[in-house]
């Protein structure tokens, strides 16, 4: 839905500040269950990488947690990894929207997703996004990287350094945020999904 998975400012400076965070604390998000598929832990292995150049990185980790038995070991990982203060563990939100605005940058780096939603809608909400090349995240983002960066599956350093390019940058975040929503809106909208399975249902009836 673009209408409601869109850009709004103000509700990502209300997110970022019910967390204490400021507008220029570098923030990346990841949404999804805690599950083994999501690989959070390779996000935490880049960040550890990142902290070097960005010491006040905070990692928001959205989602439920169908085995916590998981949590307690991303947890442990986030410890061992000595980022444990750096990562937010937010759990399951109502509405992710504020929480895509609220973000520099979406982190996907799955082994496996049926599509790839929490991509898309940080897309519509102008939020630039990192994907791994899996299964259908490169289709979501463009395979030319047009509304996004891809990285390799389990490729911690180059996550990171896709994850550094957007940082670094805020025109870079402007131009991919803006070409993210733009793709969504083009491609994956409500309207364009019905006008696609309507034109679908006519070719049928034609033939």
């Known amino acids: 839905d673009t209408l409601h998975f ?55 980790v959205i989602g439920p947690a169908p085995a916590p038995h998981h949590r307690t070991e991303l947890e442990r990982e986030a410890a061992i990894l000595g980022i444990g203060g750096s990562v937010v563990f937010v759990g399951p939100v109502v509405d992710a929207a504020p929480w895509y605005r609220a973000m520099d940058v979406l982190a996907m780096p ?3 997703e ?10 519509a909400c102008g939020t630039p996004v990192v994907v791994s090349d899996a299964s259908s995240l490169p289709e979501v983002v463009g395979e030319d990287q047009e509304g996004g960066l891809i990285a390799p599956l389990d490729d911690h350093e180059a ?11 805020r025109g870079a975040r402007e131009h991919f945020g803006a070409a993210a929503r733009a793709r969504v809106v083009r491609e994956f909208s409500i309207e364009r999904m019905t006008d696609d399975v309507e034109a679908f249902f006519e070719s049928l009836t034609r033939g």
Do not use: Q, W
């Open 114 to 123: 049926g599509f790839g939603y929490a991509a898309a809608e940080a897309m």
């Open 6 to 60: 869109c850009p709004d400012p103000g509700s990502g400076r209300m997110t970022r500040e019910s967390l204490g965070f400021s507008d220029e604390t570098p923030v990346v998000g990841i949404v999804g269950s805690l599950l083994p598929r999501k690989r959070h832990a390779v996000l935490f292995r880049a960040a550890r990488i990142l902290l070097e150049k960005f010491p006040d990185l905070r990692i928001l």
């Open 159 to 169: 996550l990171a350094a896709r994850l550094r390019e957007l940082l670094f940058s």
């Open 110 to 112: 799955s082994e496996n």
